[in-house]
Every structure is written in structure tokens, then in C-alpha cells.
């Protein structure tokens, strides 16, 4: 299993500001990923994290807007760019298993919400 | 695409009854199958999971077999404990990608 720590929790930022999210996993992964899950909503793929090269962005997500870095296979960082209040939600950082082991597993999340 | 439906809730029970959780898939291919559950306040975890035909997942007393022929992963649980109220949510990966998609999530009440 991994464990994976999210820093911060939680935050209220004013509309027009940015907010780093880091993921911090106890383990070196290959992958890494970043969802959002709007108020009483499922979760969203954001963008794949890979170590070494740009992220890949699902559709409707755009670099500018979610900017990824993933300085190394144990970290990561999601900006949210200037925000507005439709991107109030909680923001998950997951990794994924090797090999043969297909479970995923999920940070704490960060509650955002934009005011 | 890939896609997940999930029976919407919420879903609200007496301890003791059972439970059923409805879910279908699209996918090509032969994906693995889970259910998460966030318990309040708490992040998502894996429940239960199956990665091939026919395989059934268990944990908790929670159970769900890869139906490939209806396409299904139904979640069930024959007694359910006030401490099961959470949100549950059915998920795919494609047989070749680790990209998880997502149904709508399903909240369960369990009342004493």
C-alpha cells in the first residue's frame, strides 16, 4: 500500500488567487493523478503526473488553469489558477499500484473553497 | 468511452437490512472493477475490487461479483451496521491504462 499526504486540508482563497496543492507519497510510484470532486459530485480526472515529462490533461482541463509539476517520483504539486468560485472543491492526488496490483490509492483531499 | 452508472441514492436503511448497490459498466476490453467508500469526514478507500471475469470481491462483509455478460458489479452486504453509512462509489480502469472512472456515488444511511 502507499500512504499519501496532502498539504493543505482545507483553505478559502479569494476569487482571482492561486493555491499550490502538494502530494507527498511515502514510496516511489511511477504515476501519479490528480481529481476533483465538485460539491456532491463523483470524481473528475484532472491530469496524469508522470516523473520526467509534461502532465497529460483529461479534456475539458488545460495547463494554464491546472498547472502539474512532479519534480520526482515522490511528490507533486496542482495550482489552481485564478480561481473563481465554480472551482470550489475538494482536489484528491491518488497513485496507482505496479505491476499486477491495479488498486488505487487516495490522499486526504483538499477542501478549496473560493470566495 | 468508458463509463460507470451507478444507482443514485440516497439510500436509507434500518441496521440489520440488506443492502444492494447497483452498478454498470462500458468499457472495451476487460477493465477492473471497485468500490470506494468515504466515510464522513474521511478520504476515499478501497473497498473491494475484481480484475477479471466471474471474480468476486469481498471486504467487510461487502461483496460484488464481475458479471461480465450484464456487465455489472453490483455491491451487496446482507447486514448493514450503522458505522457502513458513507458514500459509495463504483469505479473502472481500463485492462490497459490506470486511469480510474468514476460513477455518481451512492449515500448510504444507516439508521439504528
Known amino acids: 500500500s502507499a500512504v499519501i499526504s496532502q498539504k493543505p486540508s482545507r483553505d478559502i482563497c479569494q476569487r482571482g488567487t492561486s493555491l499550490t496543492i502538494q502530494c507527498q507519497v511515502d514510496s516511489q510510484v511511477t504515476m501519479m493523478f490528480w481529481y476533483r470532486q465538485q460539491p456532491g459530485q463523483s470524481l473528475t480526472l484532472i491530469a496524469t503526473a508522470n516523473q520526467g515529462s509534461e502532465a497529460t490533461y483529461e479534456s475539458g482541463f488545460v495547463i494554464d488553469k491546472f498547472p502539474i509539476s512532479r519534480p520526482n517520483l515522490t511528490f507533486s504539486t496542482l495550482t489552481v489558477s485564478n480561481m473563481s468560485p465554480e472551482d470550489s472543491s475538494i482536489y484528491l492526488c491518488?497513485?496507482?499500484?505496479?505491476?499486477?496490483?491495479?488498486?488505487?490509492?487516495f490522499g486526504q483531499g483538499t477542501r478549496l473553497t473560493v470566495v | 468511452g468508458n463509463s460507470v452508472t451507478q444507482m443514485e441514492g440516497p439510500v436509507t436503511l434500518s441496521e440489520e437490512a440488506f443492502l444492494t448497490i447497483n452498478c454498470t459498466y462500458t468499457a472495451t476490453g476487460y477493465p477492473s472493477l471497485f468500490w470506494y467508500v468515504q466515510y464522513p469526514g474521511e478520504g476515499l478507500q478501497l473497498l473491494l475490487k475484481?480484475?477479471?471475469?466471474?471474480d468476486k470481491g469481498s471486504n467487510k462483509g461487502f461483496e460484488a461479483t464481475y458479471r461480465k455478460e450484464t456487465t455489472s458489479f453490483h455491491l451487496e452486504k446482507g447486514s448493514v451496521q450503522v458505522s457502513d453509512s458513507a458514500v459509495y462509489f463504483c469505479a473502472l480502469s481500463p485492462y490497459d491504462d490506470y486511469k480510474l472512472s468514476f460513477g455518481a456515488g451512492t449515500t448510504v444511511t444507516v439508521r439504528a
Open positions: 475484481a480484475t477479471k471475469a466471474d
Open positions: 491518488s497513485v496507482s499500484g505496479q505491476g499486477e496490483n491495479t488498486e488505487a490509492f
